[in-house]
Nanobody
Framework: EVQLVESGGGLVQAGGSLRLSCVASGINIEDHVIGWFRQAPGKKREGVSCISSRYDKMYYIDSVKGRFTIDSDDANNTVHLQMNSLTPEDTAIYYC??????????????????WGQGTQVTVSS
């Protein structure tokens, strides 16, 4: 059984930082693309960042470039999302997701097969 478990969310003031973690079991993250998505109230879910540790490639959406960093800890089958300079617009439930690397890298949610339960990130102004 594949499980993705997110942690690290919380309440932070604008300008602050959080580090999200996604621990995978039942899959090897080196064989998968791991993506981070978020969904704010009343908005569609959007892809934020994704990583392939096998090919050492990372993608970010424009609104988080320079503020968010994705990295993988292959030994612990974990992917992190370091989020700095947070703004209230970053408030959302953050999800990690996985898809086999053979399908390529992307940030469309329909491309991903496995999903975590999400972790809430709230940024106060």
């Amino acid at each position: 059984e594949v499980q993705l478990v997110e942690s690290g969310g919380g309440l932070v003031q604008a300008g602050g930082s959080l580090r999200l973690s996604c621990v995978a079991s039942g899959i090897n993250i080196e064989d998968h693309v791991i993506g981070w998505f978020r969904q704010a109230p009343g908005k569609k879910r959007e892809g934020v960042s994704c990583i392939s540790s096998r090919y050492d490639k990372m993608y970010y959406i424009d609104s988080v470039k320079g503020r968010f960093t994705i990295d993988s800890d292959d030994a612990n089958n974990t992917v992190h999302l370091q989020m700095n300079s947070l703004t209230p617009e970053d408030t959302a439930i953050y999800y990690c997701a996985a898809v086999s690397i053979e399908y390529g890298m992307g940030l469309q949610d329909y491309e991903y097969d496995y999903w975590g339960q999400g972790t809430q990130v709230t940024v106060s102004s």
